[in-house]
């Protein structure tokens, strides 16, 4: 009895915790589209040298 309550609450847990994960996840995403614009064009010449070669490299 005791055991299956334990297997229902890890289960619980963890799809709360990939839920609370995609959450966090797609609120800085779209955080990070929204601010990345504005920010970019504050420091544009820093995102050049530091974001560009990394996107680069992920190609």
Do not use: Q
Request: hydrophobic letters at 45%; one cysteine or more; aromatic letters at 18%.
């Amino acid at each position: 009895m005791n055991g299956s309550k334990a297997v229902g609450n890890t289960v619980f847990m963890r799809s709360w915790w990939y839920f609370l994960k995609f959450v966090i996840f797609m609120f800085f995403h779209i955080n990070s589209c929204i601010s990345t614009a504005e920010w970019c064009s504050r420091k544009e010449s820093w995102c050049r040298s530091h974001i560009v070669p990394e996107i680069e490299d992920m190609r």
